[in-house]
C-alpha cells in the first residue's frame, strides 16, 4: 500500500519558518519526482516546488528565494524548508509524487499551514 504521509504544517507568524517533511512508502521512492503542491480555500492547487531524482530542483515564482525543496533517497522523504512566511503562504500543501517511468501518480493528505499574527 503507498503511503505519502505529509507532517510539519501549524501557524506561525509572518516572517517565520516551518519544515514540512512527506514520508513515502510502498514506492521506490528514488523512480519519483517529488513535488509540493498548495491550495488555499477558494482556490485551485498549484505547484510550489518540485525535486527529480537527481536532485534538479523547480520552484514557483512567488516562492523562489524563501522556499527550499530537498530529499533524502536513502529515508524515502522529501523536505521543504520554507522560509520568510508571509500571510499568503497559507493554505494546505500536499506531497505529489509522480513515476519517472510508467505508472500512476499519488498524493499525500496534505497539512496545513497557517501563517497569520
Known amino acids: 500500500q503507498v503511503q505519502l504521509v505529509e507532517s510539519g504544517g501549524g501557524l506561525v507568524q509572518p516572517g517565520g519558518s516551518l519544515r514540512l517533511s512527506c514520508a513515502a512508502s510502498g514506492i521506490a521512492f528514488s523512480l519519483y519526482v517529488m513535488e509540493w503542491y498548495r491550495q488555499a480555500p477558494g482556490k485551485q492547487r498549484d505547484m510550489v516546488a518540485r525535486?527529480?531524482?537527481?536532485?534538479?530542483?523547480n520552484y514557483a515564482e512567488a516562492v523562489k528565494g524563501r522556499f527550499t525543496i530537498s530529499r533524502d533517497n536513502a529515508e524515502n522523504t522529501v523536505f521543504l524548508q520554507m522560509d520568510n512566511l508571509k500571510p499568503e503562504d497559507t493554505a494546505v500543501y500536499y506531497c505529489?509524487?509522480?513515476?519517472?517511468?510508467?505508472?500512476?501518480?499519488?498524493w499525500g493528505q496534505g497539512t496545513q499551514v497557517t501563517v497569520s499574527s
Open positions: 525535486i527529480t531524482s537527481y536532485g534538479t530542483v
Open positions: 505529489h509524487a509522480v513515476p519517472t517511468r510508467i505508472g500512476r501518480d499519488y
